[in-house]
């Protein structure tokens, strides 16, 4: 990709540009890795998803079923049942998710580690005397 490209005009055509749009929504991974391990009806998501909103969840599946990454099952039931799942192009992002596991519990025990070493450091600074 050009430097100073414009990557609106680049969806669609550069890999990275594309992914970055379609992931680019704040629940959008968490709702991925849930629907990867099995279908979910919109309250079960709701309750898995600390945080999300109604509203936000809404546009967050209605987003990720226009791109093809899920599919919505109405069910004509009273009330009415409505199942989540991965589609077929959407499954292609388990992948993706391990790796993202992965890196997640390797950052983490960076973080951890950092953590521990900025507390050992301050211990072994030595105290300032008040003037």
């Known amino acids: 990709m050009k430097t100073g490209s414009n990557s609106s005009n680049l969806f669609g055509i550069c890999p990275y540009v594309t992914t970055q ?3 680019s929504g704040k629940w959008t991974i968490m709702i991925l890795y849930f629907l990867s391990e099995h279908k979910c009806r919109f309250n079960e998501l709701s309750k898995k998803i600390n945080g999300v909103t109604q509203s936000a969840l809404t546009k967050q599946l209605r987003s990720l079923e226009l791109a093809g990454l899920i ?25 993706v998710l391990t790796e993202i596991e992965q890196f997640g519990n390797t950052y983490n025990a960076w973080l951890a580690e950092s953590k521990q070493r900025a507390h050992e ?7 300032r005397e008040v003037v």
Do not use: C, N, W
Request: glycine share 6%; aromatic share 8%; no cysteine.
């Open 121 to 127: 450091d301050k211990a072994e600074m030595p105290a």
């Open 71 to 95: 599919e919505r099952t109405v069910f004509p039931e009273i009330p009415i049942r409505v199942e989540y799942q991965l589609s077929e192009l959407g499954h292609g992002f388990s992948k």
């Open 21 to 23: 749009k379609l992931l």
